[in-house]
């Protein structure tokens, strides 16, 4: 396998970036990967690109897209100011899973949280996704707090 290479997404990553979250059972239900794609995926693309507090990640080899997560800063009161670095909407494509790439895209988005001086990197995930409970797991990450939320739409 050639080099894997991590990197901010670029506007025209946008497609792959959604082909990735509509791939799977649950982001099938809540993505639209059509042609041309919804503009509600550019306008956020654009407030998330103009923010320096959101990283949209990209994991590419030979130019291909094939991994993306979305890395945010909190900066909070708690812990004496502390910074919070959040990891949303990992995903690798199919034909590259289990070679190792969401780990390294992992562990370099959690330098990228240390080079920001974040004390924690906190996510979450389905709790269908035991697959992930298990990745996860193998990089550290524990299971802390009961995560809720509230559906608006």
Same mark, same amino acid.
């Given at each position: 396998?050639?080099?894997?290479?991590?990197?901010?997404?670029? =506007?025209?990553?946008?497609?792959?970036?959604? %082909?990735?979250l509509?791939?799977?059972?649950?982001?099938? #239900?809540?993505? %639209?990967?059509?042609?041309?794609?919804?503009?509600?995926?550019?306008? @956020?693309?654009? #407030?998330?690109d103009?923010?320096?507090?959101?990283?949209? !990640? &990209? @994991?590419?080899?030979?130019?291909?897209? !094939? *991994?993306? /997560?979305?890395?945010?800063?909190?900066?909070?009161?708690?812990?004496? *100011? *502390?910074? %919070?670095? $959040?990891?949303?909407s990992?995903? &690798?494509?199919?034909?590259? $899973?289990? #070679?190792?790439?969401g780990?390294?895209?992992?562990?370099? +988005? !959690?330098?990228?949280?240390? @080079?920001?001086? @974040?004390? /924690?990197? #906190?996510? +979450?995930?389905?709790?269908?996704?035991?697959?992930? =409970?298990?990745?996860? $797991? %193998?990089? *550290?990450?524990?299971?802390? =707090?009961?995560?809720?939320?509230?559906?608006?739409?």
């Amino acid at each position: 396998m050639n080099e894997v290479n991590f990197r901010l997404a670029r =506007h025209d990553d946008l497609p792959s970036i959604v %082909r990735l979250l509509a791939d799977d059972e649950l982001g099938s #239900q809540r993505e %639209r990967y059509e042609d041309p794609l919804p503009d509600s995926y550019f306008n @956020a693309f654009e #407030q998330i690109d103009i923010d320096p507090n959101h990283e949209l !990640i &990209v @994991a590419e080899i030979d130019g291909e897209v !094939i *991994g993306t /997560l979305h890395l945010t800063f909190l900066p909070s009161i708690s812990f004496q *100011g *502390g910074m %919070r670095a $959040q990891i949303e909407s990992v995903r &690798v494509d199919r034909k590259y $899973q289990s #070679q190792g790439i969401g780990g390294k895209m992992m562990k370099w +988005t !959690i330098e990228r949280a240390k @080079a920001r001086d @974040a004390h /924690l990197v #906190q996510l +979450t995930t389905h709790h269908s996704r035991e697959d992930s =409970h298990r990745f996860y $797991q %193998r990089l *550290g990450f524990k299971g802390s =707090h009961l995560g809720m939320k509230l559906n608006l739409k």
